[in-house]
């Protein structure tokens, strides 16, 4: 039974990582689902939506909804762009983020002296979302103790089953 169990464990295991491997090929997008962690995008987003990014070569424009990285940080960041900036000797395109719920724009979130995301800094844009969702997530990162017991529990179930 045990063994039949942790097979089950192993299949699922091997087939949530599959799907999220063909989710970033056909997305593009390094994370194709995010949480927000932060009430810096409301009231559009609030804190626990689940988004799906996509990421095309279509230049980013202002009023998109992106996700990035900054170096130097761990956790990714929801922003909108609030300006687009063309390089003139490259022609490539640099954007400027402000979350809707802050009072001035991300420069202060890059890495110093970064004036503009470039973009290998974005993860993708926003193309939809669950509300409310990513509290599951949420919840576990910040009281591990909950993430504990329910893992004991299902321990504790496996070893008393009788099948």
Same mark, same amino acid.
């Given at each position: 039974?045990?063994?039949? =169990? ?7 295991? /091997? *087939? ?12 593009? *997008?390094?994370?194709? $689902? ?14 626990? #939506?689940? @988004? ?5 070569? #279509?230049?980013? +424009? ?8 900054? #170096? !130097?940080?761990?956790?990714? %960041?929801?922003?909108? $762009? ?7 000797? /490259?022609?490539?395109? #640099?954007? @400027? /983020? ?14 110093? !002296? ?10 993708? +844009?926003?193309?939809?979302? =669950?509300?409310? $969702?990513?509290?599951? /997530? ?15 529990? @299902? !321990?504790? =179930?496996? %070893?008393? *089953?009788?099948?």
């Amino acid at each position: 039974m045990v063994l039949l =169990l942790c097979c089950l464990v192993g299949m699922i295991v /091997t *087939s949530a990582l599959i799907i999220w491997k063909a989710l970033m090929c056909v997305t593009g *997008s390094e994370s194709p $689902v995010v949480v927000v962690l932060s009430g810096s995008m409301e009231p559009g987003f609030k804190r626990g #939506d689940i @988004l799906f990014l996509h990421m095309s070569k #279509d230049p980013i +424009r202002a009023g998109e909804i992106v996700v990035f990285n900054v #170096d !130097g940080r761990d956790i990714p %960041i929801v922003h909108r $762009v609030i300006k687009v900036h063309e390089r003139e000797n /490259t022609g490539e395109v #640099d954007v @400027l /983020t402000k979350g809707d719920n802050n009072y001035g724009d991300d420069r202060l979130l890059y890495a110093e !002296g970064q004036l503009w995301l470039h973009r290998h800094h974005i993860m993708g +844009r926003a193309v939809g979302f =669950l509300p409310y $969702v990513g509290w599951v /997530t949420i919840i576990m990162t910040e009281k591990p103790i909950i993430k504990y017991i329910l893992i004991g529990a @299902l !321990g504790l =179930l496996v %070893i008393t *089953s009788k099948d």
